[in-house]
Structures are given as C-alpha cells and as structure tokens.
T-cell receptor, first 113, second 106 residues
C-alpha cells in the first residue's frame, strides 16, 4: 500500500513567485492535514480537511496560503506570493478517522530566495 | 489545548531500554496521548497512543499514570536507528512541542 506522497520534494523559488505543493493521501483516508516546520522552529499545524471540507484552518498563517482538496482526494497548498519567511518543510498527513494515528509524508522543502 | 512538557534531550546505550517521560497535567478526559518521532528531517512517524490503559505494540510501550497527568514511552531495546526527536502530544490537532532528542550510543 502506498503511503502519503508529496510533490515536489524540494522547490526553490524567488520571493514574489507562486508555488503549489501537492499531497496524495493514503487511499481511503478522509482526513488530510498540512503542517510546516520553519527552520529552527517547531512543527506547526496549518489545517485539516475532512474529505473536501476544511474542518479546521486555524493554523493558516495568512491569506497568501490557499489549500484545496477538490473531490476529497489529493490536496494542494498554494503560496502566492511567496515570502522569505515561508521557507521551511511542509508536511502532509492523512488518517482514516480523526481519532486515529496520522501517517505523514516525507515533506516538501520550500526555499524562498 | 493541553500542553506537554518533555526533557530536551536524553542518552541511551544501545540494547538498553529508553524511557522517555512526558508531563501533560492539563489533559482533558477525552484526549488521547500520542507519541511520534522524527528521524533527521523525515516526516514524523507514529509510534503509539493511548487513553487510560497502558499500551504495547511492536515498536514501544506506553505507560500512562492513573491520574493521566503524565506518561512514559518505553523503547525496550534501543538501537542506533532509534536516535530521533520524540514528541508527546495530547490534542487531536497534534500540536508538536520541542520534543525529546534521544541519542542512542553504541
């Protein structure tokens, strides 16, 4: 069974550009989460989808970040326009139920120059 | 959201048991205790979770005190590959703290 996959593994862009990160959860997992780790800081929750609906987006830093999960399958996280402080590793995780363990992907490293 | 307190770092000899403590004195009645670990910069890996009773799986054991205000993760026979940062979490949003950096040495 395939795990959570994320693409790209590493993206380098310039300040002001746009980047879209993709997450493919484990098949059948309705719950999908985005987290990020900025250099030297803790892993922070961004948002939680249940199927295609945003259950909790309290961790989204600002309106430059847009997450979608059309059809309740894969999810995208777009950063537009990117700023220097957006650099970090963005993790996606999925779970079959909200009170079950999360399975994380390997992360997408974003570097904004 | 309940918060956790963990020692910043611990050492353990290879082959010995690693006991990682966690305090979560503000945990509410329906919150689970989860343990995850992160090896290098890989994605966090689920280890174990529990509510009230002690739990054991192929990776570790979880001991939760009767008042649920603290718990201990036990890796019964630590190996070098268990070197990682271990996170104790008690909310369903998985609020990661700073964790405990476990160094297993030969």
């Amino acid at each position: 069974e395939a795990g959570v996959t994320q693409f790209p593994s590493h993206s380098v862009i310039e300040k002001g550009q746009t980047v879209t990160l993709r997450c493919d959860p484990i098949s059948g997992h309705d719950n999908l989460y985005w987290y990020r780790r900025v250099m030297g800081k803790e892993i922070k929750f961004l948002l939680h989808f249940v199927k295609e609906s945003k259950q909790d987006e309290s961790g989204m830093p600002n309106n430059r970040f847009l997450a979608e999960r059309t059809g309740g399958t894969y999810s995208t996280l777009k950063v537009q326009p990117a700023e220097l402080e957006d650099s970090g590793v963005y993790f996606c995780a999925s779970s079959p139920r909200q009170d079950r363990e999360l399975f994380f992907g390997e992360g997408s490293r974003l570097t904004v120059l | 959201d309940a918060k956790t307190t963990q020692p910043p770092s611990m050492d353990c000899a290879e082959g010995r048991a690693a006991n990682l403590p966690c305090n979560h004195s503000t945990i509410s009645g329906n919150e689970y205790v989860y343990w995850y670990r992160q090896i290098h910069s890989q994605g966090p890996q689920y280890i174990i979770h529990g509510l009230k009773n002690n739990e054991t799986n192929e990776m570790a054991s979880l001991i939760i005190t009767e008042d649920r205000k603290s718990s201990t993760l036990i890796l019964p026979h630590a190996t070098l590959r268990d070197t990682a940062v271990y996170y104790c979490i008690v909310t369903d949003k998985l609020i990661f703290g700073t964790g405990t950096r476990l160094q297993v040495f030969p």
